[in-house]
């Protein structure tokens, strides 16, 4: 594995402190609840939009996407056909709403709509999913770190988040919102330029067109499945339905992303934002995917390791089946020479018959080496039962320790890191904001502006050592970006329901929603521990749709039945 050489170490620790000092500098004269928590209200759309973009493309986009591809395909882009959608209903009624009432944060309104306690509900909500998130958009990164440099996991993730907690403490909303301008001119550059790289990798005789034809014989280029199969997680109807939901509550109620849009100067300023991410998010996905493609294709003419997570390899080396592993990474070895070999063969190819015969023969040969890596994976867990076997999120980071120049590794691991500090402000921006709102101004009224501003600075610093504990004890779930998915799959149906309730169902009172999302949330959570027990099948995709549909249900029910809260009205300033 390559060391990190001077010129990488220039470039990555520069791109960082250059953030930090930045953001700091920029938003050193914040001094109210407004400017602290809403940067002024003066953000342009494109701010807006890059950041959204920023706060969801965490280190984990970056990690495990491309691994996800590089093992199953571009299927996975699938999860992302419903944000188009979701951005227009959330242009349509969620913006209009807030702007009008001039809220901080998005769960002011459901005390305007409902009650006190409603609010406090839903806050709650947010803040124990979006905390567990926190502390895992940290735990990706130090996972690249502790393989990059073999420092302790715990010593990282501390580093991390407190470069964070520096600026984001410091300046607030805007803080966070011009620093993600910054990191995301990192991000694409760097993207783009390993894209370009793998290209130059590949054999003179293998043009981008070659590269596709060999991932799609592959199976790499399956899109779209439009099966009903419970049992596929990615899927056509699970991204258009499940990803709507998804994608409703995470840009419409979770405050993370709520607080990047209220900051916008108008109300078309906030719409123009969220539709130019609309506009380019699937196809960002869509690329970032592709390179996962083409480290795949890459890997068909040299050499990749049988797993790919270092430390599962070292801890099955240490036991009595360091043999048997080593024998079939002796048989990988074989395969390898015979894909290249197949597929030298193949990019040389004149006739279109030889040519699909050749890539019938890889295809074979490519299924044989998988099983290879399941074997592996098996082997692993039965010599070292506590071992993670999951390889997904080390794939990319491998490929570009071992085969990326100096100075482009510095700038690929400077983006996973941008990538994770950007969207970890934004969490600890809104965790701090929602807490300092909706939990301690609206039970300590009448104190001074300096004061809450004070204390949104203290929550924020607080969740931000919650989260950097969190980090601390995290551990590998699958692959990493699924983790965070199904975190938020567990909460936000439940919170989108309630926030669905207050918009379009006002015949029912606040005493049947509150209960109705007590009730819903322990069905939540209860379905998906069946499903991760096999007791029943429902991929986590889908929670956010049945979470919404079935709170809604709940309350109707309820309210019909037992009534609820009769005082219910919506008011033109919200309490706070």
Excluded at 195 to 223: H, Q, R, S, T, Y
Excluded at 323 to 338: I, M, R, T
Excluded at 461 to 467: D, E, F, P, Q, S
Excluded at 491 to 519: C, D, E, H, P, T
Aim: aromatic share 12%; proline share 2%; hydrophobic share 50%.
């Amino acid at each position: 594995m390559n060391k990190l050489e001077a010129l990488d170490w220039y470039i990555l620790i520069g791109t960082l402190v250059f953030i930090v000092l930045y953001g700091t500098y920029k938003t050193r004269k914040n001094t109210n609840v407004t400017d602290y928590l809403k940067g002024g209200s003066n953000a342009r759309w494109w701010t807006i939009g890059l950041s959204v973009m920023a706060t969801q493309a965490s280190a984990i986009t970056f990690l495990s996407t491309p691994g996800q591809a590089f093992h199953d395909g571009m299927g996975f882009v699938q999860f992302y056909f419903g944000l188009p959608i979701a951005m227009v209903v959330i242009c349509l009624v969620f913006i209009p709403i807030y702007h009008r009432l001039n809220v901080f944060t998005a769960y002011e309104y459901l005390e305007t709509r409902f009650d006190l306690k409603t609010r406090t509900l839903t806050a709650i909500l947010f803040l124990i999913q979006r905390g567990l998130a926190a502390g895992i958009t940290i735990f990706a990164p130090s996972i690249i770190l502790s393989a990059v440099l073999g420092w302790d996991l715990v010593q990282l993730n501390i580093i991390i988040g407190v470069l964070v907690i520096i600026y984001t403490v410091s300046g607030g909303t805007k803080a966070v919102s011009v620093t993600q301008k910054q990191q995301m001119i990192v991000i694409f550059a760097g993207m783009f330029f390993a894209f370009l790289m793998i290209l130059n990798f590949l054999p003179l005789d293998v043009n981008f067109g070659k590269a596709l034809e060999i991932a799609g014989a592959n199976g790499k280029l399956d899109v779209l499945d439009f099966s009903f199969d419970f049992e596929n997680r990615y899927t056509f109807w699970s991204g258009i339905i499940g990803g709507t939901f998804l994608a409703l509550s995470y840009f419409g109620t979770d405050q993370s992303q709520v607080q990047r849009y209220l900051s916008g100067k108008s109300i078309k300023e906030m719409q123009r934002g969220l539709i130019f991410n609309g506009i380019l998010k699937v196809p960002m996905q869509f690329f970032i995917l592709l390179i996962g493609v083409m480290v795949f294709v890459f890997y068909q003419f040299n050499s990749s390791p049988l797993h790919f997570n270092p430390t599962a390899v070292k801890s099955i080396m240490q036991t009595e089946y360091a043999g048997d592993y080593e024998a079939l990474e002796a048989q990988k070895k074989v395969l390898e020479e015979q894909i290249k070999s197949k597929q030298i063969s193949f990019s040389r190819a004149q006739d279109e018959t030889i040519s699909q015969q050749l890539l019938g023969e890889i295809k074979i040969l490519n299924e044989s080496e998988t099983a290879l890596r399941v074997a592996s994976k098996a082997l692993i867990k039965k010599a070292v039962p506590d071992a993670e076997t999951n390889d997904k999120d080390y794939v990319f980071i491998h490929f570009i320790l071992n085969n990326l120049p100096t100075g482009l590794i510095g700038l690929l691991l400077a983006v996973i890191l941008s990538a994770a500090m950007s969207s970890t402000a934004s969490e600890l921006n809104a965790l701090g904001s929602t807490t300092a709102i909706d939990l301690y101004k609206r039970n300590n009224q009448g104190r001074k502006e300096k004061h809450y501003v004070n204390m949104s600075k203290w929550f924020t610093l607080l969740w931000g050592v919650i989260a950097i504990l969190i980090a601390c004890f995290a551990n590998l779930f699958d692959n990493l970006i699924q983790l965070v998915n199904i975190i938020g799959s567990i909460f936000y149906g439940n919170i989108l329901g309630v926030f669905l309730l207050a918009f379009f169902f006002k015949y029912v009172k606040s005493r049947a929603v509150f209960i109705a999302a007590l009730l819903n949330q322990a069905l939540v959570i209860a379905l998906f521990l069946m499903d991760k027990n096999d007791v029943i099948n429902l991929p986590y995709l889908w929670l956010n749709f049945v979470g919404c549909v079935t709170v809604i249900a709940i309350a109707i029910v309820l309210q019909v039945l037992v009534g609820g809260g009769g005082k219910d009205k919506e008011k033109q300033k919200v309490l706070v």
